[in-house]
């Protein structure tokens, strides 16, 4: 496993992070704990929940399973935007909102801080001031290491970061957008952002909810027991165009002795601004694939390839 720094801040994190928004509530609880140990023993460091995970099921489970390693050995994020409850404050980006939610994930994780809290969203109902004020104290009590925001557009971080400057409160320093070959928003206006100010990307659906693995052998015929299958978004995304990419994908994969999958991520790796590709698992053995795409370096032939295949 290789590791890179979080944007400009002295942290590191491994390249390959292992999430649990789809792993828990879609997989199997004993298969979800051997994949969160797999991990651990093949160094990933970097591991991501959120409050609304089945309703802080994820983090209990999480947090639960990462008790018997050294807190210090491993980077634990969270987040907080999506409704907890169905109250008019039991949502959005709030002071109320952040602080209530921000001591319940560390009472379900069974930690005393967590090293990155993101913003789940952008909350339009609450001034940016409250926001960053509320995650600076929470970053002053030690309960908050560093501060994230996800699927932010480059002018909402610009505009974080001029009120975190005008008013010395703690700055964003990473973001987490989707990110993967199908889905490239983020390369007009989220990198070059991070690359000027220094926002490290931590990039979720790296594989396309699957799609990239190509398991997917056409868009009317998908496993019973796959995702896909269970969520109505994720069947919608698979297309016989996909489909086909993906194959032509695969015979580049071949060529190098790797997968579709990991070349997917190390695809995304290409970009030195992303400091993780956090991926999903609900068995170990797809950890232990996905683990092997850290450090492979794709030729600029190789490149000039996948561009052609995916345009």
Known sequence: MEYRRLGRTGIKVSEISLGSWLTHGYGDTEQVVKSI???????????????MYE????EVL???TLQEYPRESFVLATKAFWPMGDGPNDRGLSRKHIMEQAHASLKRLGTDYVDIFY??????????EETLRALDDLVRQGKVLY???????AVQMQDALGVADRYLLDRIVVNQPIYNMFERYIEKEVIPLGVEKGIGQVVFSPLAQGLLTGKYKSATDIPADSRAAKIDFMKRGI??????KVQQ????????GITVGQLALAWILRQDIVASALVGASRPEQVEENVKA??????????????????
């Not at 501060?147 to 557009?153: K, L, Y």
């Not at 850290?294 to 996948?306: H, P, T």
Request: hydrophobic residues 40%; negative net charge; charged residues 25%.
């Open 62 to 64: 999480l947090g639960k």
């Open 119 to 128: 913003c789940h969203r952008y909350d339009p109902d609450t001034p940016l």
């Open 37 to 51: 140990h797999t991990a651990y023993s093949l160094g990933i460091n970097f591991f991501d929940t959120a409050n």
């Open 239 to 244: 297309t016989e165009e996909k489909i086909n």
């Open 294 to 311: 850290s450090g492979i370096k794709l030729s600029e032939d190789v490149l000039a390839r996948i561009e052609q295949i995916l345009a």
């Open 249 to 256: 994908l695969s015979k580049v994969a071949d060529e190098l």
């Open 55 to 58: 309703r802080g099921a994820a």
């Open 147 to 153: 501060v994230g925001v996800s699927e932010w557009t």
